[in-house]
T-cell receptor, first 114, second 113 residues
Framework: NAGVTQTPKFQVLKTGQSMTLQCAQD?????MSWYRQDPGMGLRLIHY???????DQGEVPNGYNVSRSTTEDFPLRLLSAAPSQTSVYFC?????????????FGPGTRLTVT | GESVGLHLPTLSVQEGDNSIINCAYS??????FIWYKQESGKGPQFIID?????DKRQGQRVTVLLNKTVKHLSLQIAATQPGDSAVYFC????????????FGKGTLLTVNP
């Protein structure tokens, strides 16, 4: 199993540009989440999904959109990039129920917005 | 505001010693607590979790203790090894929040040979 994969690993955007961060998992996990990690901070939840076709907002959803059309994929869209979105983005997945707390994280995407 | 916090941002120990990483929480509705390890340049990795109706849980070389009276939990690592050097995060799930996790800021553990 490849686990959780994220692309790209690094990205530089100009203010106002849009892009999609890709996330895929091959473990047939129900739950998928997107977090951002800023220096000296823990991870903050952006959006999450409890199954295909179901998404909900986390702690910091503004400026981001998600969709989940398949179990495997959970892309994160930045609508109009801002310097405040410079961060490392992690995608995570897990089984449902009480196993939802054992999340498997991808390697991250380091995004810089200039 | 931040409801899951760490007592110390850094911890340095000698190889072979036991390590104790602390975490405080403020929300009485917290139902599950989870510890994650993040090595440099990598995504976090699940270590162990504990439910609020438990006081202690043990894993391989790790023990998590939960003190609900003072809203405090700790992660103990036995016989710390250089491979244990990482940032350790505690995270909480609040009852009724649909498995969403709130992470603390993390403690950097450095193991000296």
């Amino acid at each position: 199993n490849a686990g959780v994969t994220q692309t790209p690993k690094f990205q530089v955007l100009k203010t106002g540009q849009s892009m999609t961060l890709q996330c895929a998992q091959d473990m047939n996990h129900e739950y998928m989440s997107w977090y951002r990690q800023d220096p000296g901070m823990g991870l903050r939840l952006i959006h999450y999904s409890v199954g295909a076709g179901i998404t909900d907002q986390g702690e910091v959803p503004n400026g981001y959109n998600v969709s989940r059309s398949t179990t495997e994929d959970f892309p994160l869209r930045l609508l109009s990039a801002a310097p405040s979105q410079t961060s490392v983005y992690f995608c995570a997945s897990s089984y449902g129920g009480l196993a939802a707390y054992e999340q498997y994280f991808g390697p991250g995407t380091r995004l810089t917005v200039t | 505001g931040e409801s899951v916090g760490l007592h110390l941002p850094t911890l340095s120990v000698q190889e072979g010693d036991n390590s104790i990483i602390n975490c405080a929480y403020s929300n009485s509705a917290s139902d599950y607590f989870i510890w994650y390890k993040q090595e440099s340049g990598k995504g976090p990795q699940f270590i162990i979790d504990i439910r609020s109706n438990m006081d202690k849980r043990q894993g391989q070389r790790v023990t998590v203790l939960l003190n609900k009276t003072v809203k405090h939990l700790s992660l103990q690592i036995a016989a710390t090894q250089p491979g244990d050097s990482a940032v350790y995060f505690c995270a909480e799930n609040r009852r009724g929040s649909n498995y969403k996790l709130t992470f603390g800021k993390g403690t950097l553990l450095t193991v000296n040979p």
